[in-house]
């Protein structure tokens, strides 16, 4: 019985725990039996977002977050219309050599919420599937991660999208991620410029669960009438609830 329990973690000891996101798509990567995972973001326009996900049997999370912009400065705040949630359920762990699997359903988006095009900057990927392998090289851990989602994001221009990105870590001090967004629904003005979206994070460690991200979204430029790229930066951490 050790020895099939053993078998059983030996990914998670050789590879670590998965990130929960690239850089704002999901990984394969599932919170732990009974911790709860908080974060917290700012974003362009005086922009803050903050959520709270909980991980259940090692193999379901679910999640809420809410934001609003312009908190600093003059004028009304600008909250979302709505709540966003997350449901995640791994299909199957990561082996030696396999990957992990995972599906869910997820309304959080990222960016500003554009009430009159009923939609996030960036899209929440509604109904998803994920796959994610990790690797111990250069000092610490590698991951490959890709997606395919459909959005319920505006009801005119709805659609399939194919995400792909990587983790490194060195150390489990610092690290870097790149994510690229096909999102073919923005490639058309005036939804976007065809590029989809390019972005990147610069990651420091600061235990098992607690973690900080500068990200840059959008490099190449998709969205129209801005500056590229955004700035944002995240901040996450992880308790042990039961």
Known sequence: MKKVIFIALLPILLFGIQPQRIVHCPT??????????????????????????????????????????????????????YPGFEIRFRIRHEGISTPAVAVGVETIGFGKYLSDRKRYEHKSRG???????????????????????????????????????IDKDFR?????????????????????NGYGYLSAAICAYFGESSYATFNFFDILGNTTGKVPPSREFFVYFGKKIF
């Open 28 to 81: 394969a990567g599932i919170a732990d039996d009974g911790k709860l995972l908080f974060f917290a973001s700012a974003f362009p326009g005086d922009g803050l977002r903050c959520g709270a996900t909980l991980g259940l049997w090692n193999r379901l999370q679910a999640g809420l977050s809410y934001g609003a912009t312009n908190i600093v400065g003059n004028g009304s705040v600008k909250v979302d219309k």
């Open 127 to 165: 109904a998803f599937i994920v796959t994610s392998k990790n690797w111990r090289v250069l000092w610490g851990n590698f991951g490959a991660h890709i997606g395919i989602n459909y959005s319920f994001e505006e009801n005119f221009n709805r659609g399939f999208s194919t995400y792909i990105g």
């Open 172 to 192: 489990d001090a610092f690290g870097f991620k790149l994510e690229y967004d096909l999102a073919p629904s923005d490639w058309k003005k005036p939804y976007g």
